[in-house]
């Protein structure tokens, strides 16, 4: 027999207010404002349609390869709307939703994924970091960040986006444990979309679940039906209080489902059943924040349709804003910028010797 | 007591100096608080500047460049400790993907002024992975200077530039050359410029560049070849290797027409291929000798009883010299 048991889990929390239905569970049901909320679906409605024009225009060889969002809407704008635009973010490469919340504008967007920097360069005011591509890497950034808003004495946080895939890097575990450790206001915000690619998610882990590794490192970790924007709005706001009374740092897990291909290089049918994505279509994150709002009155049939109208036309405005600034972009040598705050010696006479045989090149052409 | 402070003491007074200096200044590590770091770089920081700003840190490489890269975007200068070269590529993609390119990705949003310090090289008789020379990653990776100081004035001084540089700096310490003599480092040292290399020893027959602890067998070798050949030589200390400054290299190598270059890194790829391919574009037309480079083989370093075997020894460095003055 032992001698002791240590009592290593407490019980995971799991969160659900909203069913696919629109039926809410009043006791826990936010205390939002209606026109946050209005906001939060119109974010969301965004996010799709944007990414629906994203596809399309890729297809058509105009864009590049990009992440769709589509099917997440409700995990990312739950828990974005949560913070307050004072406090940080740290996305991976799938947070359109949130971005699009913070401000990001459309034509940067488009501006990106045409392939140029340019489209990186977050607003001034914005606390953004820019999209981050290595996965799983940008969460210990999100713990020294945090680390440096508590030595400022600041009661603002850090919250970072991942996905399951990222749950098995080693940067996962170190950014947590130093969270842990140095008690950082960091959110861990993991949207478990079920797959990293082609790879399973219960090929990740033999894990019960994502959100109990946090246990491992102190602090608590809570799973959140990641298609609920209302269970991920109560789930993040708490996270948030944490974060500002005690801070402490929390892991999130909202389960919600790809909907889409992992990018626009990838066939999901090779590996995964049409019948899943259909059961998965029956608790769309809109459809079911639709019926709710609809249920309060908040959203009638006529505004929705405007909605769309004004989604679409912002969508198209950006991307002919995008289209025109690419045109412009008629100086090469912009490729040496940003690389130190003053140019290097080496960095300085490449410019010049590239400008040089792009003058040649011109002339001899 | 010896006078003067030995390279451990001169790097400790930087960053004691630059941590009252600023107080966005921080080092965090394995081991370099209550302990002062296994080398004593960081001793007594921590009472001076508190757990806050001396941070003991979790074993984690990955996890200390990680979390500092993102103190740094906040406006913090953090100066994490790397206990041995060796050990940094658990942190490589830390590095390379992110300290390196965050400026250029956010088109200057967000800045890494974090100085990564770790010691390396051979010629202290330890482990496995312990003293290797693998300067060439970081020189080879866009977005990062690489300093290597030869002695405790200029490991003074280079630090606190690096300190206040506003780019990721990768600091190698020559662990071989630690505590090996003393100079007078006055207080308030000035900091070294990051971009130039020093000219340590005049002559006009020939051109020795070096750095880190090589660059004191260079030394011996060239006084040799004075006291027995009566060939005397300008001595280079590189001080920064990424950038290279080839001007000084170059201006030298046109006086004299004749180059040798010594490193501990392996020969294949190294800096000595890049420091010769410098002065054959730079100096083609003045030279009179093939270049020759004396470098570590293209070897894992040795268990410690035969890393000499691996090392550049003065008497590889005098017969490559002599071979290249009778050319």
């Avoid at chain 1, 130093?178 to 950082?184: D, I, L, P, Q």
């Avoid at chain 1, 991307?319 to 600034?325: E, K, M, T």
Wanted: hydrophobic share 40%; charged share 25%.
């Amino acid at each position: 027999m032992p001698k002791a048991a240590l009592k290593a889990l407490e019980p995971i929390q799991v969160y659900s207010i909203l069913e696919p239905d629109g039926s809410v569970d009043s006791e826990l049901e936010p205390d939002l404002p209606d026109d946050k909320l209005q906001a939060m679906y119109r974010a969301m409605l965004l996010a799709r349609r944007f990414d629906e024009r994203l596809l399309n225009l890729q297809r058509q060889g105009r864009l590049g390869t990009f992440a769709p969002v589509t099917g997440q809407e409700a995990a990312q704008i739950g828990s974005i709307a949560a913070v307050d635009q004072d406090d940080w973010m740290a996305p991976s490469f799938r947070e359109t939703a949130a971005a699009v919340w913070r401000g990001t504008p459309l034509d940067g967007l488009f501006i990106f994924i045409a392939g140029y920097n340019e489209g990186q360069a977050i607003p001034e005011d914005q606390n953004d970091l820019p999209i981050c591509v290595p996965v799983g890497s940008q969460l210990p950034h999100a713990v020294g960040m945090a680390y440096a808003l508590k030595v400022k004495r600041s009661d603002r946080l850090v919250i970072t986006y991942f996905g399951d895939g990222a749950t098995s890097e080693g940067d996962f575990h170190e950014a947590l444990n130093f969270a842990g450790v140095f008690e950082t206001p960091t959110i861990f915000m993991c949207q478990n979309n079920q797959w990293a690619i082609s790879v399973p998610r219960e090929k990740q882990t033999r894990a019960q679940s994502l959100a109990q590794k946090a246990a491992a490192y102190g602090f608590p970790g809570v799973k959140v039906d990641g298609n609920d924007v209302l269970a991920v709005y109560r789930a993040t706001s708490e996270a948030v209080q944490r974060a500002r009374e005690e801070s402490l740092p929390t892991l999130i897990e909202c389960e919600t489902y790809r909907m889409g291909v992992h990018t626009t290089a990838d066939d999901p049918t090779v590996y995964r059943d049409e019948e899943e994505v259909e059961e998965w279509r029956e608790r769309d994150p809109l459809d079911r924040f639709r019926k709710y709002l609809k249920s309060r009155d908040l959203l009638s049939d006529d505004h929705h349709e405007t909605l769309e109208e004004e989604v679409k036309n912002e969508i198209e405005e950006a991307w002919q804003s995008a289209q025109d600034q690419i045109e412009g972009f008629d100086d090469p040598t912009v490729i040496f910028d940003h690389m130190f705050q003053d140019p290097t010696k080496p960095i300085a006479d490449q410019r010049e010797a590239f400008e040089q045989a792009a003058k040649k090149e011109k002339t001899n052409g | 007591m010896a006078e003067g402070l030995t390279m451990v003491e001169a790097l400790n007074l930087a960053l004691a100096e630059e941590m009252r200096r600023d107080e966005k200044v921080l080092v965090m590590g394995e081991d370099v608080g209550v302990d002062g770091g296994i080398f004593r770089i960081t001793k007594g920081l921590i009472d001076e500047f508190g757990e806050e700003r001396v941070m003991d840190t979790p074993l984690a490489e990955s996890g200390i460049i990680g979390t500092a890269i993102g103190m740094a975007f906040m406006g913090l200068r953090p100066v994490p400790e790397i206990q041995f070269s060796g050990f940094s590529y658990f942190a490589f993609h830390q590095i390379e993907g992110h300290a390196a390119r965050m400026r250029w990705r956010s088109r200057g949003k967000y800045t890494v002024p974090m100085v990564v310090r770790m010691p390396y090289g051979g010629g202290v008789r330890a482990l496995e992975h312990h003293s290797e020379s693998r300067e060439a990653y970081y020189a080879h990776t866009p977005g990062l200077r690489t300093v290597i100081p030869s002695g405790p004035r200029n490991a003074c001084g280079l630090l606190k530039a690096a300190i206040r540089d506003p780019d990721p700096v990768i600091f190698l310490e020559p662990k071989a050359i630690y505590r090996a003599f003393r100079e007078e480092v006055p207080e308030g040292q000035e900091p070294h410029a990051l971009d130039q290399a020093s000219v340590v020893r005049e002559g006009s027959d020939l051109t020795v560049v070096a750095y880190g602890a090589m660059l004191h067998r260079a030394l011996e070798a060239v006084q040799r070849l004075e006291d027995e050949d009566g060939a005397t030589c300008d001595v280079i200390d590189l001080l920064t290797i990424a950038p290279l400054d080839y001007q000084t290299v170059e201006a030298s190598v046109r006086k004299t027409g004749r180059a040798v270059v010594v490193t501990e890194a392996p020969l294949s790829y190294g800096p000595a291929a890049e420091i010769a391919a410098r002065i054959g574009e730079g100096a083609f037309l003045k030279l009179e000798a093939p270049i020759n480079r004396v470098t570590g083989w293209d070897i894992h370093m040795p268990f410690f009883s035969r890393e000499q075997s691996y090392l550049p020894s003065v008497d590889r460095i005098v017969m490559a010299a002599r071979e290249t003055l009778s050319f």
